[in-house]
């Protein structure tokens, strides 16, 4: 059997941290803005991915449906604002440890999402 590189599995790390994102089974912004939901439901990470300390941190992801995800990826400083409104909590998680080093160890970040 082959052994999985890095780059395959970070990607297992993050197709298993989607799913259990997407799990909430609604869009979470259904109704609370002026964009109308559609689409299937996305993994919405609320920091970029590129934030790898908070990368798979469930307090750094929204589940949102195609329309909500693509309009905000699109406004930012909207996307800023309604998190911080809507979900303080998560917004202050994010704020707070966006900047920590990652211990690059997904084998621990896998086992977590297992």
Same mark, same amino acid.
């Given at each position: 059997m082959r052994k999985i590189t890095r780059k395959g599995l970070k990607n297992k790390c993050d197709k298993?941290?989607?799913?259990?994102?997407?799990?909430?089974?609604?869009?979470?912004?259904?109704?609370? &803005?002026?964009? =109308?939901c559609g689409g299937v439901l996305q993994c919405a990470h609320i920091l970029t991915r590129g934030h790898h300390a908070i990368r798979w941190n469930? =307090? @750094?992801?929204l589940c949102l449906c195609q329309g909500h995800h693509v309009w905000y990826t699109n406004n930012p400083n909207a996307w800023k &604002?309604?998190?911080a409104r809507l979900f303080p909590a998560k917004w202050g998680f994010v704020q707070k440890h966006? @900047?920590?080093i990652w211990d690059k160890d997904l084998d621990k970040v896998l086992q977590k999402l297992q």
């Open positions: 298993l941290f989607s799913g259990k994102v997407r799990e909430t089974g609604f869009c979470e912004l259904k109704y609370k &803005d002026h964009i =109308n469930f =307090n @750094n992801a &604002d309604i998190v966006q @900047n920590e």
